[in-house]
Nanobody
């Protein structure tokens, strides 16, 4: 079973940037579509971005389009999420996961979730 570990979160000022990483171990994610989700306290897990196995196709939530960029490096089994022009409303725990069956926009379609990394954006 693949294990995913997210890192790169932190407490930052609005307008700044972060790079989140999702590293896979105990298996390969080479053939998998990968997704990033986020969850703020008291809210449901929200789709942020997804990337096809080849990296050719990417998908974004409207709220992050133009500010966040998802990418992957298959040889190192790692998926990235670059967050630019951060806003206080981006504050959440960010998770990565592997797409199984179903809509890539729904968290219920994913499995092998990591433990998450906290992003806190202050104004």
């Amino acid at each position: 079973q693949v294990q995913l570990v997210e890192s790169g979160g932190g407490s930052v000022q609005a307008g700044t940037s972060l790079r989140l990483s999702c590293a896979a171990s105990a298996g390969s994610i080479f053939t998998n579509t990968m997704g990033w989700f986020r969850q703020a306290p008291g809210t449901e897990r929200e789709f942020v971005a997804a990337i096809s196995w080849s990296g050719v196709n990417t998908f974004y939530a409207d709220s992050v389009k133009g500010r966040f960029t998802i990418s992957r490096d298959n040889p190192s089994n790692t998926v990235y999420l670059d967050l630019v022009s951060l806003k206080p409303e981006d504050t959440a725990v960010y998770y990565c996961a592997i797409l199984g069956r179903g809509s890539l926009y729904s968290w219920t379609s994913y499995h092998d979730w990591g433990q998450g990394t906290q992003v806190t954006v202050s104004s």
